[in-house]
Every structure is written in structure tokens, then in C-alpha cells.
């Protein structure tokens, strides 16, 4: 259950480092010797690894605080803090998260503990391309990665140089991502790390996808697809079924687009993830929009509207809302037409 690394100059080459995907890069859980710890603090971990695995974040990060005892190394501390600010980044609260990674690498440097400084100056760096900051980002991820070859870790350098693509990416540079994103998945083949593998193969899929090459897109999401399914990781395999779904789309294979929509959206309410049920309907709602099945393409955008209402996503009703009023304008044409030249 823990992610177990050695402290010191070097992290061991066999280190196990668990990612944490979220919206805007990929974070690490690092713990450093809990099994030390008194059993009160490895039980309470290990209840709120539970809630994390069911993305119950908020009930996750009680059971953490019970667990920052006084009696804990400086490393231990920053090793809770880290978890923590995962907790709230994976909730989207990143000012929030912002703050425990700034405490992790507060009580990282008093620890000396450079690997968990690296992760926690990473962190806070996908914390600022979340909050928008570009610029912010790219410094400490650039000073993540500094670290990161400094003590050897190469699935810390590995994930640093994946989420630099996406800072990359996100300022419209899709080859200097490209390029990025290429060697960190190099770095992971080498260290036998899939689950790094397939977010570098869904990352390079998307910059395909964004240039309108759709073949080449789906290469990649099949490969990142079929990791995840050996990996038994439901969350990413809805996430790239998504993603292939809409290559399709683009490629205009409204059927094929289908086929993996609806199974990602299984899969989502399996998970009881509503936001990625709602996100599914949408996409369905958009594929049958263009078939001009207008009753079918209704029924999903009303029911994802619910869903989005319920949940609070103000952007995605509003995104609905208008897809529905285009809708009715869509149909009331296409009955004119239809009236002129029946």
C-alpha cells in the first residue's frame, strides 16, 4: 500500500514512486518510512488510502491530519504534506494545495531529504499551471528537474519532464510538448514504469489529436488504453475510451465515436464519478446532434445538464444550455426544409 524510497544523495534505482493524474499534470504520493511509525499512524494512512483509491478526497485528507503527530521525522512530515496537497489538487482546490506543498518542502529542506523536496517543488508547480501561472510553473518544475538528476531519480525526472511538456503545451507550443513528452516516455520505458508510459502515450495522443491527425492520435491512446486495462486502472481507462471517442469524432466516425463513449460512461457510473458520467452524456448528446437524432441528442444533453446543476459546474450548464438552444434552432431548420422540399 505505501510507496517506499530511500533518503539520501541517491534514491534507490528500483524506487517506487505512485503518480496521481489530475487535470493538469500528473503528482506524486511519496511516503518515507511509515512503518516506523506508531501503528495508530500507519492505521490511519492506510484508512485514508482507502478513501483515496474511492476519490474520496475530502474524507482521505481527515484521516492525514490525524497522522501529522509531532513525534514524526522532518521527512515524514513532508511525505503527509505532499499526500495531502495531492488530496486537495485532485479535489481542484489548488491554493489550497499550493500551501501543504510549500509546507512539504519547508520541512523537506529541514530533513535535507532532496527527494521529497524535488516532488513537493514539482507539485507546486502543477499547482500553478492550475492556477493559470505558466510562467510560475515552469520554474519549479525546471527546479524540480534540477534535483531530480542531481540525486538520480528517474521517475521523478521522468514525471518533471512530462508535466514541463504540458506547461508546453498549455502555452500553445505543441512540438516543444511533442518533444517533452517523447522523452519522458524514453525515461519510463527504461525504468519498466507503465503507468508513467501509458500519461506519456495519452499525452502524445492529444498533441496529435490537437493537430488534426487523428490517426495518429489513436495510436497512441490504444497503447495507453491497453496499459491501463493490464493496469486494472478504471479511472484512466474511461478517461482514454474517452479520448479515442473523440478522434473518431474528428476522423467523423460518429459510430465508432459511440462505441466508446457509452463504455466510458459505464465505466464512470460504475465508479460513481458523476462529472465523467455528465461529460459522456455530453459527448453522446454532440455525436447525435451531428446525425440529426435531435430527440436522442436532447434526452443525453438534459440529462448531463442535471448532472452538472447538481454538482455545481456553472461552465459546463451554461456549455449545455447553449448546445440545446442550437439544438432547436438545428431542428426548426431542418423542418423548414424538409416542409419546402417534401
Known amino acids: 500500500?505505501?510507496?517506499?524510497?530511500?533518503?539520501?544523495?541517491?534514491?534507490?534505482?528500483?524506487?517506487?514512486?505512485?503518480?496521481?493524474?489530475?487535470?493538469?499534470?500528473?503528482?506524486?504520493?511519496?511516503?518515507?518510512?511509515?512503518?516506523?511509525c506508531p501503528s495508530k499512524i500507519t492505521e490511519a494512512y492506510s484508512e485514508a488510502h482507502i478513501f483515496m483509491q474511492?476519490?474520496?478526497?475530502?474524507?482521505?485528507?481527515?484521516?492525514?491530519?490525524?497522522?501529522?503527530?509531532?513525534?514524526?521525522?522532518?521527512?515524514?512530515?513532508?511525505?503527509?504534506?505532499?499526500?495531502s496537497g495531492n488530496c486537495f489538487l485532485c479535489m481542484d482546490n489548488v491554493n489550497k494545495a499550493q500551501k501543504l506543498y510549500a509546507e512539504a518542502s519547508k520541512w523537506a529542506r529541514e530533513g535535507e531529504n532532496l527527494l521529497a523536496l524535488s516532488l513537493a517543488l514539482d507539485n507546486i508547480g502543477v499547482s500553478f499551471r492550475?492556477?493559470?501561472?505558466?510562467h510560475q510553473a515552469m520554474t519549479y518544475h525546471q527546479q524540480a528537474l534540477q534535483l531530480s538528476k542531481d540525486i538520480e531519480s528517474p521517475i521523478g525526472e521522468a514525471n518533471t519532464i512530462g508535466n514541463l511538456g504540458n506547461v508546453y503545451q498549455g502555452n500553445g507550443n505543441?512540438?516543444?510538448?511533442?518533444?517533452?513528452?517523447?522523452?519522458?516516455?524514453?525515461?519510463?520505458?527504461?525504468?519498466?514504469?507503465?503507468?508513467?508510459?501509458?500519461?506519456?502515450?495519452?499525452?502524445?495522443?492529444?498533441?496529435?489529436?490537437?493537430?488534426?491527425?487523428?490517426?495518429?492520435?489513436?495510436?497512441?491512446?490504444?497503447?495507453?488504453?491497453?496499459?491501463?486495462?493490464?493496469?486494472?486502472?478504471?479511472?484512466?481507462?474511461?478517461?482514454?475510451?474517452?479520448?479515442?471517442?473523440?478522434?473518431?469524432?474528428?476522423?467523423?466516425?460518429?459510430?465508432k465515436a459511440l462505441d466508446h463513449y457509452q463504455p466510458a460512461m459505464e465505466i464512470y457510473k460504475e465508479l460513481k464519478y458523476s462529472r465523467?458520467?455528465?461529460?459522456?452524456?455530453?459527448?453522446i448528446g454532440l455525436a447525435y446532434h451531428c446525425e440529426q437524432e435531435w430527440e436522442s441528442s436532447?434526452?443525453?444533453?438534459?440529462?448531463?445538464?442535471?448532472?452538472?446543476?447538481?454538482?455545481?459546474?456553472?461552465?459546463?450548464v451554461d456549455a449545455v444550455e447553449r448546445n440545446i438552444k442550437v439544438l432547436s434552432e438545428n431542428k426548426s431548420i431542418q423542418n423548414t426544409i424538409n416542409k419546402i422540399t417534401g
Open 174 to 255: 505543441s512540438n516543444k510538448a511533442l518533444d517533452f513528452y517523447e522523452e519522458s516516455l524514453k525515461t519510463y520505458k527504461k525504468v519498466g514504469s507503465l503507468h508513467g508510459r501509458a500519461n506519456q502515450l495519452g499525452n502524445i495522443g492529444t498533441i496529435y489529436s490537437s493537430r488534426g491527425e487523428p490517426d495518429k492520435a489513436l495510436k497512441h491512446y490504444e497503447q495507453a488504453l491497453s496499459i491501463h486495462i493490464e493496469l486494472g486502472n478504471q479511472y484512466a481507462r474511461a478517461s482514454q475510451l474517452c479520448h479515442i471517442g473523440i478522434a473518431y469524432w474528428r476522423k467523423g466516425d460518429l459510430q
Open 1 to 36: 500500500m505505501f510507496s517506499w524510497l530511500r533518503r539520501g544523495k541517491s534514491s534507490s534505482k528500483n524506487e517506487k514512486l505512485l503518480l496521481v493524474d489530475t487535470k493538469w499534470g500528473s503528482v506524486v504520493e511519496y511516503l518515507d518510512d511509515l512503518s516506523t
Open 298 to 316: 436532447l434526452a443525453c444533453y438534459q440529462q448531463a445538464l442535471q448532472i452538472y446543476g447538481h454538482i455545481g459546474a456553472q461552465n459546463k
Open 54 to 83: 474511492k476519490q474520496d478526497y475530502g474524507e482521505a485528507v481527515e484521516h492525514i491530519k490525524t497522522c501529522l503527530q509531532p513525534e514524526l521525522t522532518s521527512s515524514q512530515k513532508a511525505a503527509l504534506y505532499i499526500v
Open 276 to 283: 465523467g458520467v455528465a461529460d459522456q452524456l455530453l459527448n
Open 130 to 134: 492550475g492556477s493559470g501561472w505558466m
